[in-house]
């Protein structure tokens, strides 16, 4: 049986100045387990502070560009990111994609760029309701992987988490049921095993993100192809987050 350690991070998204982040991971870092790689990805201007207080806590940005520098106005580079010490990024984010015209192939870019850089992204893929509803969940997730692992190398899929995000559950309290959850993920591992071979995909973390709530965090995780959660709501509040943890034993 392949053991994968699960991987549990916090978005934070638009949430927090950095005062708050540093008190939050005061109130949390010592309470961390070794029963998963623990993380939080806060906005830019906190990520130093973040960085410089959290001791057992991964820090992840929630966004990189590809290129090393130029005329972007208003992004940060994947140098800069290193610079401050933080080498965990989120890749494609639905909300990336519905709102700042992230598409399939500046997702592929990005991540190529954080490989290259040797940061670990979070490579966010999933389906609107509206395609769920169409029974697409399937054909997405599978355009969508293929298209953001594009031209990358076996070794380097080695290091990647993916994040399986079904848009229709992202703030809005409806969650996919474990079951749901399970097939999608086992069905994006299988889509790695054609593109990379299974002992490939054994190693590749995959996450279930969608309104996650501490007290189903521990039966998630028993389902045999997810590998952890990437958290909005329920990692804001230092309690919660801590919650989670105990849930998880």
Known sequence: MIMRKPVIVGNWKMNKTKNETVAFIQ???????????WGIAVPYLALEDA??????????AQNLHFEDNGAYTGEVSASML?????DWVIIGHSERRQYFGETN???NLKTKKALNEGMTPIVCVGE????????????????????????ICPNCMETVVIAYEPVW??????????EIAQDVCCYIRSIVAEMY??????????QYGGSVKPEGIKTLLEQPDID??????????????IAMMNNLG
């Open 105 to 107: 192939e500046t997702v």
């Open 169 to 178: 559950a992202i703030g809005t309290g409806k969650t996919a049921t474990n």
């Open 51 to 60: 960085k410089k207080t959290a001791k057992n806590l991964v820090i992840s």
């Open 128 to 151: 609107t309701l509206e395609e769920f509803e169409k029974g697409m969940t399937q054909e997405i997730c599978k355009r969508q992987t293929i298209a953001a692992f594009k031209d």
């Open 27 to 37: 109130a949390v870092d010592s309470k961390v387990t070794n029963s998963a790689t």
């Open 197 to 206: 071979g299974q002992v490939v995909a054994d190693k590749v973390r995959i």
């Open 82 to 86: 290193k610079e401050i010490g933080v």
């Open 228 to 241: 952890g959660a990437l958290v909005g709501g329920a990692s804001l509040i230092a309690e919660s987050y």
